[in-house]
C-alpha cells in the first residue's frame, strides 16, 4: 500500500469510527439520565462544599467514560465546583477547565491537591489550637486587626451578616491557615473554611439559604462556632479520603468566551452555563467566604457584572442573534425592556462561548450542555431551544436532546421558601442535556 492509500484507509476507518461515536452519543443522550440514588457511595471530594445547580457526578461520567479515550482531553468552560474535571480525573483523562469566579477555583484547586490526611490532621489541629488561644486571650488584638484588614463597606457587610464573636473567630481562623507553608494542605484547609460559611443549613452567618443564593437575614438564628464547624467538617471531608489516580488537571481563571486553547484539542466538551438572567446568583452567596481570602465587596461587584447571564447591560455589544432566539428577547423586551436586554446580552454572550467552544473541539466530537430554561416575566424564554439554534449556527450538528428531571434538592436550585408564582417558582423541573456534534 503506497502512503496515499494509507492516509485513505486511516481517514475511512476514521470516519466509521466517528459515525459509531456520534450513534453512541445519540444513544446516551436518550436513556435515562436522572440519577436519583446512589449518591453517597462514590468520590467524596463531590460533597467537600456546596455548590449551587452542579450536575450529578454520573451525567458526566456517562458521557466521558463512552466518548473519550483514556488519557484523552476532557473540557469543562464553566468549572463551577469542578464535578466534570474531578470525573475526568478519576476515569484517568486529561481535565481542562476555567471558571472566572473566584471560589469555583479555590474550592476546585482543592480538590485536586495531594497530602496525606494525617498530615493535614495535624496541621488543622495547629491551626484550631493557635486560632482558640488568640480569641481567648488577645480579642482586642484580633479586634484591631479585623478593623485593619478590611476596608469600612466590607466592614459593614460583615456585621450585617456576622455576629462579632463569629468574625473573631473566622479572622483567627483565616490568619493561621495564611501561616500554612504546605500549600496543598493550606488549599485544603481553605475549601473547609469556606465550607462553614456557605451552608444549606446552620452554618456560621446569620443567613438562612446561602447555598441557594438567596441569604436573608434571620435574626433569631443562633450561628454555630466557626470552631467547632471547622473542626467537624475536617473529619467529613476526610473520610474516605483517596488519592486521586495521577491524571493531568489544568484549572484556570479564564472566560469561556476565550480560553487559553489551541484549536481542535479537546475530545470532549461537558459543561452546563450559568441561567439567563442571573437566575442563580453566584456572588450573592460566594460573597460571604471570598471576603475572608482578601476580596474586596467593590471588586466582587465588578467580578459579578461579567458572569455569563448578569442582567448589566452598560457598555455591552449585544449580538445579531438567529432568529427564535431572536424572537424570544422582543418577546421579554415587549412586557420588560430591562430584563429582555439581559436576555439578550445572556444570548449574544452564549454564542461567542459556543463558538469558543466550537473552535477548540475535535472534528468528530460531542459539545454536551446541561441547560434549563427560566420564566421571566412570565415568558418561558425556552432557553435549550434557543441554545440549541445558537449552537447550529455556528457549526454544530445536534446529535440529540436528552431530558432530565431536576432533583431541585439535591441540586440546591432555589427552593419552596419562595412565594408561590414568583419567578423562581415557575423555574424549570426539567433540565435539558444538548449534544452538539462537531462533524
Ligand atoms: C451552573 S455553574 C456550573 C456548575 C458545574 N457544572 C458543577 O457541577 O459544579 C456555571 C458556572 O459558570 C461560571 N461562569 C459564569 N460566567 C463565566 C464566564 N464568563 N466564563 C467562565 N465561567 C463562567 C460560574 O462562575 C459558575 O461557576
Redesign the pocket.
Known sequence: MNRDMNVEVVSRFKRKDNAAQRELCEQLLQTNLDFKSSRNNHEPRHYWHA?????PWQLPKLFIENLTPVAGRVL?????????LLEASLLNRESVG????PL?LIIGRAKFQRFSPDSAVETAYRVLKEAREKFDFFKDKLKDALKKRFDPETLSFLDYWFLEDTQLELLALIREIEKIADEAIKQFLMLIFSSIIITKSGGVTMAYDLAHTRPHRVLSKVPNSAFQDFSKRLFKNLQKFQELPPAEVFLKE????NMPLAGESVDLIF?????ANNA?D?MRAHKFSLVWFGCKISDLKQIRK????SETTLNFRLNDLPAYSKSKVLELKKINKKKGRALHRYYS?MCE?IKEMYRVLKHGRACVI?VASSVLSGVDVETHLCLSEIGKTHGFEMAHTGKRSIDRNRRMLPTSHNKTGSQIETRMHTEYILGFWKV
Do not use: Q
Open positions: 455548590f449551587p445547580a452542579k450536575f469543562d468552560p464553566m468549572a463551577g465546583s469542578c464535578t466534570t476555567f471558571d472566572i469566579d469555583s479564564a472566560d469561556a468566551k459543561t452546563s452555563p450559568p441561567y442563580i453566584y461579567t458572569y455569563l447571564g454572550e462561548v446541561v
